[in-house]
Each structure stands twice: as C-alpha cells, then as structure tokens.
C-alpha cells in the first residue's frame, strides 16, 4: 500500500525507491514538556560549568529534586522551574521552548507547555513567553470546581493580569477572596501569598499575564 506524493510522515525512502511506512508515536505533551524540561536545564548547567551542587545552592532546589529533573524523572511545581531558570539566567519560556530573541516567535497549539494539572482534569498552560530572567509570559488556565492553583509569594514588584473567558474565578490574596465573573478583568499584586479556584459551578477558564522581574537576582557565570 503505498503513499500519496502530498503525504510523507512516517516514511523512509530508500535507494531501490520502495516506499516503507514506519509507524511513528508522538510522545504525549506531558511526556514532551518533561523531556525539553530535563534536556534543556542539563544543557544551560552544563554550559554554564556548574555543577548539580552550586546550582542547588544558587536555586534553592535541593540536589536530589534537580538529579530527577534531569533524568526526566520528576515533575517539578513550577514555582521550582521559576527558581531553576532565574538561577540558570534564563526564564522559564525558555526552558519550556516557547520563549526566545526572535522578533516574532510563533507558538502553535501544541506546542504549548501545560505546567499544571489539576485532580479533576484543569491545566495551567504557559503559552508564550520573554527570554532572560525578567520574565513577561501569556497563560491560559482552566480550573474545574473544587480545583485550586495555590502559589507562594513571587518576587517583589509582581503583578499578573486577569481576564476571565468563562465561569467564576475566585482571587486570594493573603487570605482575602474576590471574585471574578465572566468578561471581569482584574490586576493582581502577586508579591505575596496568592490562590487561584474555581468558585462556580462549572469550570473557569481565564487568561493570565505574568510580569516577574529578577534582574540583578540571578548570579550569571562568566561565558555564558
């Protein structure tokens, strides 16, 4: 059986002109954000010349959790990645591969990074993002009733900007609740502890802006 010209995915064409179909499996997007995750904080550390040591002392990510994420083994928060990528000099767009210097980066559906996943089936999905350590990232998240995205205090001078597409997002900061209905935008000072969940009855989907800095934070080696 062979293929149409149009069509060559999973093909290999060989000298004798046969055509053999290779069946492919793409990993799944769990599996993909992991493996850029370990391949690409492997290879800044290395680059960089620091060892799994000075980079647990530089991150504050202990050296076991930085072993795993190497070898692909862990699933690290991604308050862990924030921690990792400003110790590395870059932001967390980078090492998820959908940040860098080029005058328009072009991020398709799936090349999205889903760095959370909630009990009842929500995401949160970094969508695009600044390279460098003052990061500027585009989050789409949903969150399914019940379901609730608790984050630790970012640095200072934080600020994330909130548009919700459908449901009620429910806002806490320091333990103080606002909600937000559909079409309701909002600016929140995330330099403190904050959560995100959903306060409906049904899922709150939401788009998130991200404006964190960390210039003068993050302990950049010489030759990089």
Known sequence: MGVTSGDRSGTIYRPSDRIVNI?????????AVSAAVSRNIHA???RRRLSLDELSRRSGVSKGMLVEIE?????????????VAVALGVSVAEIVEVGDDAAVRLVAPGEAAVLWRGPAGGTGTLLVGTPGTDMLELWRWELHP?????SPAHPA???????????VLRVEVEGTPFD????????????????????GDGPVRFVMAVAEGHAGRAQRPAGT
């Not at 069946?23 to 599996?31: H, K, R, Y």
């Not at 001078?157 to 449901?167: I, K, P, R, Y």
């Open 23 to 31: 069946p492919t499996v793409s990993p799944s997007p769990v599996e």
């Open 44 to 46: 800044l550390r290395r």
């Open 71 to 83: 070898k692909g083994g862990a699933n690290p928060s991604i308050a862990t990645l924030c921690k």
């Open 146 to 150: 019940g379901e609730r995205h608790d």
């Open 157 to 167: 001078g934080t600020v994330e900007l909130l548009h919700v597409e459908a449901g």
């Open 180 to 199: 937000l209905g559909p079409g309701a935008s909002a600016l929140v000072r995330t330099d403190r502890d904050h959560a995100y969940g959903a306060a």
